[in-house]
């Protein structure tokens, strides 16, 4: 049971263009949507997150939208750069239940000079 | 600042043989993890750790066992491993367990059994 959903599985995109990554979740407790970096042969990293009360947030060229009513949350990349190419995944969690994060699938996202 | 330590990198096994992965951190958090990374599935919970003295299973734990040795480390253990235990294998800490925790991660275990 796939409980947070990610597409595309992978992604390229020209330097300078936006990167869009999508993400939908089940399960209603959830509370906590961050997204994390991972470039190849190191550890997954915090990128950017948002709690449900608030429909964007936007961090430098990283922005997070959120839409509560439809279960999904994507990140936007603006003015992509080669040095973005890494592998993103969404996750959630919730402050009951099994309080840990619930990880997508990732999105291989290649920024192409 | 090391952060979250993982040994050993690499590691090839043969079916049946066992072996424990070693986790620690020196960020003072309570709660510890371990994920497994697969090929289009993401990172998946094997076990928790929400405080020193606890673990809980994750969405995988069959097969594996962990121990919370103390509150900087955290072991994952394959009694007998199997060809589908060949992933990467993460631990990773926070703060506290729940919403707007950060977790950190190390930067894996790549395990290969044949």
């Known amino acids: 049971q796939q409980q947070v959903k990610q597409s595309p599985q992978s992604l390229i995109v020209q330097k300078g263009g936006i990167s869009i990554i999508n993400c939908a979740y089940e399960n209603t407790a959830f509370d906590y949507f961050p997204w994390y970096q991972q470039f190849p042969g190191k550890g997954p990293a915090l990128l950017i997150a948002i709690r449900p009360d608030v429909s964007e947030k936007k961090e430098g060229r990283f922005t997070i939208s959120f839409n509560k009513s439809a279960k999904q949350f994507s990140l936007h990349i603006m003015d992509s750069q080669p040095g973005d190419s890494a592998t993103y995944f969404c996750a959630a969690s919730a402050d009951t239940g099994r309080r840990a994060l619930t990880f997508g699938s990732g999105t291989r996202l290649q920024v192409q000079p | 600042n090391a952060g979250v330590t993982q040994t050993p990198k690499f590691q090839v096994l043969k079916t049946g043989q066992s072996m424990t992965l070693q986790c620690a951190q020196d960020m003072n958090h309570n709660s510890m993890y371990w994920y497994r990374q697969d090929p289009g599935m993401g990172l998946r919970l094997i076990y928790y750790s929400a405080s020193e003295g606890t673990t809980d299973k994750g969405e995988v734990p069959n097969g594996y066992n962990v121990s919370r040795l103390n509150k900087r480390e955290f072991s994952l253990r394959l009694e007998s491993a199997a060809p589908s235990q060949t992933s990467v294998y993460f631990c990773?800490?926070?703060?506290?367990?729940?919403?707007?925790?950060?977790?950190?991660f190390g930067e894996g275990s790549w395990l290969t059994v044949v």
């Open positions: 990773a800490s926070s703060e506290a367990g729940g919403a707007g925790n950060t977790i950190y």
